[in-house]
């Protein structure tokens, strides 16, 4: 299942950024959706080396994750639980989580801190469960992406892509350091205090050569969407026909167009940014948009 990939590169429209490319990894799938399924890849291998049947991880009511999770494991025949932080709820989300056969149980926010506990209390003697750890974060994980190189043009001289853990980024700084190219790596953390970041992607890497943060595009912290975003959104959305998500991907693309802006980049220069995905998480948003 994960191979033969839909991932084309296209350029983006308005003439304040028509020299951009975006690599179109939100067009992987609906539900296993950008970065998700680059990291789900290697682990669904390994579950399946291990002759493991049930995947066990964790997430918020609104994770992209947690949605991936759910869709891979029901397309590869392998049982999904999910802890979810924070009380009972329903949602668009949590509906497609199990729509796809997971089984979701909800925690609260002191026992979710301890995620090895949980997953050891509920299925320590189950030798079929495998731990996923939030966000499917991991050596698997940094693979996967690092994937995503090779499917870009090496004389890249700029790849953007935005950051939660960090884990993407540092998959792309791998592939970028493997294949020797002289690009440089551009992360947009999408929360506050994001430097933390980039020690995340040097355990990865061991080397942050070619990585550079911007870390002062969080709009106020993860899943704060003020109205400058939701305008910015709306605006962005209906000039190229290409929906972004208000969590990760708005935030990259508006950090671009503030660089472009500040004449941050030279003429010539050839820039790229990764769609991760994540088009479901308008719906955590949609009473902002008001028409
Ligand atoms: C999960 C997610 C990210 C964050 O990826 P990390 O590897 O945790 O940094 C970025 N974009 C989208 C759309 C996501 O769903």
Request: glycine content about 8%; charged content about 25%.
């Amino acid at each position: 299942m994960f191979t033969d990939i839909y991932s084309p590169i296209h350029q983006l429209k308005h003439a304040t950024r028509n020299h951009i490319l975006v690599k179109r990894d939100d067009l992987i799938d609906p539900y296993i959706s950008g970065n998700k399924w680059r990291k789900l890849k290697y682990i669904l291998k390994e579950v399946q080396k291990k002759d493991k049947n049930h995947i066990v991880t964790f997430g918020g009511a609104y994770s992209n994750h947690l949605v991936a999770t759910a869709s891979a494991c029901a397309r590869a025949s392998l049982k999904s639980t999910a802890f979810v932080r924070g009380e009972a709820v329903n949602n668009e989300m949590l509906l497609l989580c199990k729509l796809f056969g997971m089984n979701l149980i909800f925690t609260d926010r002191e026992s979710y801190k301890n995620k090895a506990l949980l997953f050891e209390t509920h299925f320590g003697t189950d030798p079929q469960a495998h731990f996923v750890d939030e966000g499917g974060a991991g050596a698997e994980a940094v693979r996967g992406c690092a994937e995503i190189i090779a499917e870009l043009p090496p004389d890249m001289d700029h790849l953007f892509c935005a950051a939660g853990t960090g884990t993407t980024a540092a998959g792309l700084l791998k592939g970028i350091h493997q294949r020797k190219l002289k690009t440089q790596l551009h992360v947009v953390p999408v929360l506050k205090g994001g430097d933390f970041i980039a020690d995340e992607i040097y355990k990865h890497t061991g080397n942050v050569d070619q990585l550079v943060m911007h870390t002062d595009y969080h709009f106020g912290g993860y899943a704060k969407t003020p109205p400058t975003l939701i305008e910015y959104i709306k605006n962005f959305v209906a000039t190229e026909g290409m929906l972004i998500d208000p969590v990760y991907t708005s935030k990259m693309f508006f950090a671009i167009d503030d660089l472009v802006a500040n004449n941050y980049f030279k003429k010539e220069e050839k820039i790229i940014a990764l769609h991760t995905g994540g088009l479901l998480g308008i719906w955590g948003v949609k009473d902002k948009f008001i028409y």
